[in-house]
């Protein structure tokens, strides 16, 4: 089974733009979370999705947003991007809510 | 705070010494329990994980993990470590009322030379 894919894999924006960066779960799996890694702060979590739902959100501003699509595809978006949004963004699925997550590559994001 | 803590930041080992990575969670209540490995450059991949039963849990390449639910612990060993297992460890907790948003450690780097 191929794994969970996130693209692009880079990402290089200024301050002000938006973004948005896109998920593939792994297949079946019904469940897909995000989150932000960075030297400072670690490995944060930011919101999940399951059946379209968003069912948990961490303690992120509202700039950042998500949404999952009927065949468990996600997306995230940050808008207005600040210095400090350059990070690691993580995605991760699972088969069902509240089961083992698996993660994808990330996608880099340099905020200039 | 509610909080996952990783008390050693970096720990260096040579080849064949035995390996333990402390991890402690300050969240009550039923809790589910995961060690993931980051290789370089490479993602987060899954050690072991412990939803209930034996708290001694095995996982893959001879890594194995402690519940301690007195202690809230959940401890990392492996006996003999190799030069391929640097990398940097995560511990992290779900707690069943929150789905399945993990809460990490801030990691443990651990560098092996052969």
């Known amino acids: 089974k191929a794994g969970v894919t996130q693209t692009p894999r880079y990402l290089i924006k200024t301050r002000g733009q938006q973004v948005t960066l896109s998920c593939s779960p792994i297949?079946?799996?019904?469940?897909v979370s995000w989150y932000q890694q960075t030297p400072g702060q670690g490995l944060q979590f930011l919101f999940e999705y399951f059946s379209e739902t968003q069912r948990n959100k961490g303690n992120f501003p509202g700039r950042f947003s998500g949404r999952q699509f009927s065949n468990s595809r996600s997306e995230m978006n940050v808008s207005t991007l600040e210095l400090g949004d350059s990070a690691l963004y993580l995605c991760?699925?699972?088969?069902?809510?509240?089961?083992?997550?698996?993660f994808g590559p990330g996608t880099r994001l340099l905020v200039l | 705070a509610q909080s996952v803590s990783q008390h050693n930041h970096h720990v260096i080992l040579s080849e064949a010494a035995s390996l333990e990575l402390g991890c402690n969670y300050s969240?009550?209540?039923?809790?589910?329990l995961f060690w993931y490995v980051q290789y370089p450059g490479q993602h987060l991949q899954l050690l072991l994980k412990?939803?209930?039963?034996?708290?001694l849990v095995k996982g893959i390449k001879g890594f194995e993990a402690e519940f301690i639910k007195s202690k809230f612990s959940f401890n990392l060993r492996k006996p003999s470590v190799q030069w391929s297992d640097t990398a940097e460890y995560f511990c992290a907790v779900s707690r069943n009322q929150a789905g399945t948003a993990l809460i990490f450690g801030k990691g443990t780097t651990l560098s092996v030379s052969s």
């Open positions: 991760a699925s699972s088969q069902q809510y509240q089961e083992t997550q698996y």
């Open positions: 969240y009550g209540g039923t809790v589910n």
């Open positions: 297949s079946g799996h019904r469940s």
């Open positions: 412990y939803f209930s039963g034996d708290p």
